[in-house]
């Protein structure tokens, strides 16, 4: 299973960024698709999660701000993030889960400059 996110980048506070996660060696669309970021000295921490069935779920931090969104044909999972701060700069990991199994991906930086 390989889970390759990308779109990460630096940005200046209330700016946006669109990051993707693309899966390969796993049925994609009975998994429940999630991401989430880890600051330096914080503890990993869930951002947003899809069901399969596209019902999202949201960090109580960054609800309005981010979406998050699925597209099963291409085996896809996105993370729209919109009016960033810097308290959002971490690194953001895309986790694939299904009952007691969970597949991560490498991480992608996000930097938000005040």
């Known amino acids: 299973v390989q889970l390759q996110a990308s779109g990460g980048g630096l940005v200046q506070a209330g700016g946006c960024l669109r990051l993707s996660c693309a899966a390969s060696g796993l049925i994609f669309s009975i998994h429940t698709m999630a991401w989430y970021r880890q600051a330096p000295g914080n503890q990993r921490e869930l951002v947003a999660a899809?069901?399969?069935?596209?019902?999202?779920n949201y960090g109580d931090s960054v609800k309005g701000r981010f979406t998050i969104s699925r597209d099963n044909a291409k085996n896809t999972m996105y993370l729209q993030m919109n009016s960033l701060k810097p308290e959002d700069t971490a690194v953001y990991y895309c986790?694939?889960?299904?009952?007691?199994?969970?597949?991560w991906g490498q991480g992608t930086q996000v930097t938000v400059s005040s």
């Open positions: 899809i069901n399969r069935g596209g019902r999202p």
């Open positions: 986790n694939a889960g299904r009952g007691y199994v969970d597949y």
